[in-house]
């Protein structure tokens, strides 16, 4: 079946603890991205990337490093300079910036810290 | 200002009402517009989305966009309780990604 999958489901970061969220992408997308939702809030931007080897920041990206080594690929590192990163976060892909971005998401991870 | 912004409701509804959900957008230059139902607990899957002024329909859903006053809006024809989600307003503003408002939560009784 083509989706996105993003693992683990949940995830229990310690203080000063670098974790990292998995996103693998089997619709042979170019775009992907990162975005983080606190509760009763909207989507915010972390990171996207259009191609591989490239990726930018989106409007949170402290504390967050990501990389882009192959297309399916796009994993998200919630690093101990991120304070507050209790969130689910969310990965997307879509065709290409030239297919109005249409973006379909995986089924998130829910973050909390012990 | 906010870029997108809706409102974050709740929105309640009879069973086999009309739910109109609305939303604005503040950057002239967007090109394109969607709509994200959230279930609680879920990621946001794409329901609907718009590029041109006027009405889409799609079975029991209609977007409604409507460029000068910037605004877009859903309109939900014979609610159904299993509609009862949150309702996410995202638009391409020229960055390479959509921009999100907050979402309003829809309540459909029964």
């Known amino acids: 079946d083509g989706g996105i999958t993003q693992s683990p489901k949940y995830l229990f970061r310690k203080e000063g603890q670098n974790v990292t969220l998995s996103c693998e992408q089997n619709l042979n997308h170019d775009a992907m991205y990162w975005y983080r939702q606190d509760p009763g809030q909207g989507l915010r931007l972390i990171y996207y990337s259009q191609i591989v080897n490239d990726f930018q920041k989106g409007d949170i990206a402290e504390g967050y490093s990501v990389s882009r080594e192959k297309k399916e690929s796009f994993p998200l590192t919630v690093t101990s300079a991120q304070k507050n990163p209790t969130a689910f976060y969310l990965c997307?892909?879509?065709?290409?910036?030239?297919?109005?971005?249409?973006?379909?998401f995986g089924q998130g991870t829910r973050l909390t810290v012990v | 200002q906010k870029e997108v912004e809706q409102n974050s409701g709740p929105l309640s509804v009879p069973e086999g009402a009309i739910a109109s959900l609305n939303c604005t957008y503040s950057?002239?230059?967007?090109?394109?517009f969607f709509w994200y139902r959230q279930y609680s607990g879920k990621s946001p899957e794409l329901i609907m989305f718009?590029?041109?002024?006027g009405d889409k329909e799609d079975g029991r859903f209609t977007a409604q966009l409507n460029k000068a006053s910037q605004y877009v809006s859903l309109l939900i024809r014979d609610s159904q309780p299993s509609d009862s989600a949150t309702y996410l307003c995202a638009v391409h503003t020229g960055r390479r990604a959509l921009t999100f408002g907050s979402g309003t939560r829809l309540q459909v009784q029964p």
């Open positions: 997307a892909s879509s065709q290409s910036r030239y297919s109005r971005l249409k973006a379909f």
């Open positions: 950057d002239r230059g967007s090109q394109s």
């Open positions: 718009i590029y041109s002024n």
